[in-house]
């Protein structure tokens, strides 16, 4: 059996992922924008918005064939390796009908629905039932995104992200124009998710070459821990599906589609900051699966301290950045007619310095098989999220629909969920400030330094090179004294030693 890359390799797969991912969106989000305009870009953004709920047809076992997968892996029991593939491929090839079929309604209905009457309703209805496939299509090609996910080469998975964006921009570029725009983007969605299940399909039956998909022995042999497992990770998956796309439904009935687009802008571009970091958690899950199954307490401990450490390190340099210079990049991205933007962007990005360390922690957890609990809490911070959204976007307008962010993942997240976590792994209060939190703030203040004395010395020009000087300068800054303080320490332990001895 080949070893998978290490979780460094992996990690940085998936920032190179990230990468191409974050500068392939700012190009994507301002092109798409102004070829179609705010109505119909809104429109696209309400329609996939509605279509993330089918994120629930997945109903946990995503996290199900990862965790599993990792398990039967590392012991190389190939045939419930084969038997949990086979459960999870067979219950998505319904719900990805179930998909098709919802996409079929929805299209049916779409002359009766006020907020599409703007629109051609033919042109709606082809955008609906395909987005409908592509949905139906990445359900089904998950079970092998899941197989090479929990088989931890996220090098392979993230690899096909990176070609996946590329020929997305590259066909949007070239096919997408105003008349029809809308379908000619469906078009190219699905197009791309065949592609990339294609290759997902390939490369896990390489990777694992015993692998069979036999869907008459799905009930000859006991799935109920999987279905335990999945149920769990279900209501796990209700709350970040909940959380995803709420707020911007909530948005298109209350203020109508064009509205979306000022929270989008900073939706997006907090969720760039999100996704290179939940990268590392994802990347976590498998590996904290594989050390639990080998009782390996140590290097669990070491993972999660490593997890959450980076992942705010990173979250609070991006916050620093954003305070200073966020409304540069917005205005650099799509335009100077979306200064709202960037108040809503600092309000996400605050949420984020929370969220995403607990995702870490939320992560090994689930790869150790602990999935109620963080489930159940979950779920409760997303419906919070629902209620406050619905008391004070009337009242407070697009700033009350991200304020009912923050208010349930400070109480949920930061008060109950990161003790427990900590505490279930055998981690106290103290250790975890010295470990996770206290060799970052040498490199924040230094980072804050950095911004300021820039932001109050140089005005920065709405381009992308001076962003981009501006972004490479904070970086280098922030890794630079982090690396030295890191390695500093660890010279003066190693003298230290020696000189004991």
Same mark, same amino acid.
């Given at each position: 059996?080949? $070893?998978?890359?290490?979780?460094?390799?992996?990690?940085?797969?998936?920032?190179? @992922?990230?990468? +191409?991912?974050?500068?392939?969106?700012?190009?994507?989000?301002?092109?798409?924008? $102004?070829?179609?305009?705010?109505?119909?870009?809104?429109?696209?953004?309400?329609?996939?918005?509605?279509?993330?709920?089918?994120?629930?047809?997945?109903?946990?076992?995503?996290?199900?064939?990862?965790?599993?997968?990792?398990? %039967?892996?590392?012991? /190389?029991?190939?045939?419930?390796?084969?038997?949990?593939?086979?459960?999870?491929?067979?219950?998505?090839?319904? *719900?990805?009908?179930?998909?098709?079929?919802?996409?079929?309604?929805?299209?049916?209905?779409?002359?009766?629905? @006020?907020?599409?009457?703007?629109?051609?309703?033919?042109?709606?209805?082809?955008?609906?039932?395909?987005?409908?496939?592509?949905?139906?299509?990445?359900?089904?090609?998950?079970?092998?995104?899941?197989?090479?996910?929990? &088989?931890?080469?996220?090098? /392979?998975?993230?690899?096909?992200?990176?070609?996946?964006?590329?020929?997305?921009?590259?066909?949007?570029?070239?096919?997408?124009?105003?008349?029809?725009?809308?379908?000619?983007?469906?078009?190219?969605?699905?197009?791309?998710?065949?592609?990339?299940?294609?290759?997902?399909?390939?490369?896990?039956?390489?990777?694992?070459?015993?692998?069979?998909?036999?869907?008459?022995?799905?009930?000859?042999?006991?799935?109920?821990?999987?279905? !335990?497992?999945?149920?769990?990770?279900?209501?796990?998956?209700?709350?970040? /599906?909940?959380?995803?796309?709420?707020?911007?439904?909530?948005?298109?009935?209350?203020?109508?589609?064009?509205?979306?687009?000022?929270? %989008?802008?900073?939706?997006?571009?907090?969720?760039?900051?999100? !996704?290179?970091?939940?990268?590392?958690?994802?990347?976590?899950?498998?590996?904290?699966?594989?050390? $639990?199954?080998?009782?390996?307490?140590? /290097?669990?401990?070491?993972?999660?301290?490593?997890?959450?450490?980076?992942?705010?390190?990173?979250?609070?340099?991006?916050? +620093?950045?954003?305070?200073?210079?966020?409304? *540069?990049? +917005?205005?650099?991205?799509?335009?100077?007619? %979306?200064?709202?933007? $960037?108040?809503?962007?600092?309000?996400?990005?605050?949420?984020?310095?929370?969220?995403?360390?607990?995702?870490?922690?939320?992560?090994?957890?689930?790869?150790?098989?602990?999935?109620?609990?963080?489930?159940?809490?979950?779920?409760?911070?997303?419906?919070?999220?629902?209620?406050?959204?619905?008391?004070? +976007?009337?009242?407070?307008?697009?700033?009350?629909?991200?304020?009912?962010?923050?208010? =349930?993942?400070?109480?949920?997240?930061?008060?109950?969920?990161? =003790?427990?976590?900590?505490? *279930?792994?055998?981690?106290?209060?103290?250790?975890?400030?010295?470990?996770?939190?206290?060799?970052?703030?040498?490199?924040?203040?230094?980072?804050?330094?950095?911004?300021?004395?820039?932001?109050? &010395?140089?005005?920065?020009?709405?381009?992308?090179?001076?962003?981009?000087?501006?972004?490479?300068?904070?970086?280098? &800054?922030?890794?630079?004294?982090?690396?030295?303080?890191? %390695?500093?320490?660890?010279?003066?332990?190693?003298?230290?030693?020696?000189?004991?001895?």
């Amino acid at each position: 059996m080949s $070893h998978p890359p290490s979780v460094r390799t992996n990690i940085i797969w998936g920032w190179a @992922d990230h990468a +191409i991912g974050l500068f392939v969106g700012l190009f994507m989000m301002p092109f798409v924008l $102004h070829t179609l305009g705010d109505e119909s870009y809104g429109t696209w953004l309400f329609i996939n918005s509605i279509a993330g709920y089918s994120g629930l047809l997945y109903l946990g076992f995503g996290q199900t064939i990862c965790r599993f997968t990792s398990t %039967y892996h590392t012991q /190389q029991d190939w045939d419930r390796l084969n038997h949990v593939s086979s459960v999870v491929f067979g219950i998505y090839m319904v *719900t990805g009908a179930i998909a098709l079929a919802i996409s079929g309604l929805l299209s049916w209905l779409v002359p009766s629905l @006020d907020c599409f009457s703007s629109m051609p309703a033919g042109e709606i209805r082809l955008v609906v039932l395909l987005t409908g496939l592509t949905v139906a299509l990445s359900i089904v090609g998950s079970v092998f995104g899941g197989i090479l996910m929990g &088989t931890q080469r996220f090098d /392979q998975y993230r690899g096909i992200s990176i070609a996946s964006a590329i020929i997305r921009v590259a066909l949007v570029v070239l096919f997408l124009k105003h008349e029809s725009g809308l379908v000619r983007l469906a078009v190219v969605f699905t197009i791309v998710t065949i592609l990339e299940n294609a290759a997902y399909i390939t490369l896990a039956y390489r990777g694992v070459p015993t692998l069979r998909i036999d869907l008459r022995s799905v009930f000859k042999e006991g799935v109920g821990e999987y279905f !335990q497992f999945g149920m769990l990770s279900f209501l796990n998956t209700i709350a970040s /599906q909940v959380l995803a796309v709420t707020d911007t439904v909530i948005i298109g009935i209350y203020f109508g589609p064009s509205h979306i687009v000022p929270f %989008y802008i900073a939706l997006r571009l907090s969720r760039f900051v999100g !996704q290179p970091i939940n990268q590392i958690a994802g990347v976590f899950m498998p590996r904290a699966g594989e050390l $639990h199954t080998q009782n390996n307490t140590r /290097q669990l401990r070491k993972l999660l301290a490593l997890g959450v450490g980076v992942s705010f390190l990173m979250t609070a340099g991006v916050l +620093i950045g954003a305070a200073w210079f966020g409304e *540069t990049v +917005i205005k650099t991205s799509v335009g100077p007619s %979306y200064e709202l933007s $960037h108040n809503l962007l600092l309000i996400l990005l605050f949420a984020q310095l929370v969220v995403i360390p607990t995702q870490v922690i939320r992560s090994v957890l689930y790869g150790v098989g602990n999935v109620r609990l963080p489930a159940m809490l979950y779920l409760t911070e997303a419906i919070c999220n629902v209620v406050l959204t619905l008391l004070l +976007i009337k009242p407070f307008g697009l700033i009350g629909v991200v304020t009912a962010t923050v208010i =349930p993942v400070f109480l949920i997240e930061l008060f109950i969920l990161a =003790p427990y976590g900590l505490r *279930t792994l055998g981690i106290s209060g103290s250790e975890f400030v010295r470990e996770c939190l206290g060799p970052q703030i040498l490199p924040l203040l230094a980072l804050s330094i950095y911004s300021a004395v820039l932001a109050n &010395t140089i005005a920065v020009p709405d381009t992308w090179p001076a962003v981009i000087a501006v972004t490479a300068g904070g970086g280098l &800054t922030l890794v630079a004294v982090w690396s030295a303080r890191h %390695y500093g320490l660890k010279a003066w332990d190693t003298s230290h030693a020696v000189s004991s001895t």
